[in-house]
C-alpha cells in the first residue's frame, strides 16, 4: 500500500501569511522535483483547536520505506528543510508509517 510520510510544523508567530503559503508551496513543488519518489503530497493549514499549537501540515505518499530514504537524502528535500522550513519554525512533528489497507474486511 504505501509508506506515508506526516509532517506537522509550528510556525513561528513572527511569519508573515506570504511566508506561509511560501512554505506549503515549497513542499508541494517537492512532488514537482521528485515525482519518481514521491506518489501524492497533501498539504494545508490546521483549523482544528486540539493541534497543540501545530499550525501547518502535510501528509506525502511513497511507495516503500526505500523511497522515502531516498527523498530524506535528497538535495531538493535538504534545501527546502535547511532553507525554508528550519527558519521559520518553533517545532516539527515527524510520523511515518507503512499503510495498511483497513477498508477491506479481513476474514
Excluded: W
Amino acid at each position: 500500500m504505501g509508506v506515508v510520510h506526516i509532517i506537522l510544523l509550528k510556525v513561528k508567530d513572527s511569519v508573515t501569511a506570504e511566508q506561509s503559503h511560501d512554505i506549503l508551496k515549497s513542499v508541494a513543488d517537492l512532488k514537482n522535483q521528485l515525482p519518481d519518489i514521491i506518489e501524492s503530497v497533501h498539504l494545508g493549514l490546521n483549523f482544528s483547536a486540539r493541534s497543540k499549537g501545530f499550525t501547518h501540515g502535510f501528509t506525502m505518499i511513497f511507495k516503500d520505506r526505500a523511497a522515502l530514504e531516498i527523498y530524506g537524502k535528497s538535495p531538493e528535500h535538504q534545501k527546502v528543510v535547511i532553507e525554508i522550513i528550519r527558519p521559520n519554525v518553533d517545532d516539527v512533528l515527524a510520523f511515518d508509517y507503512d499503510a495498511e489497507d483497513y477498508s477491506i474486511p479481513r476474514l
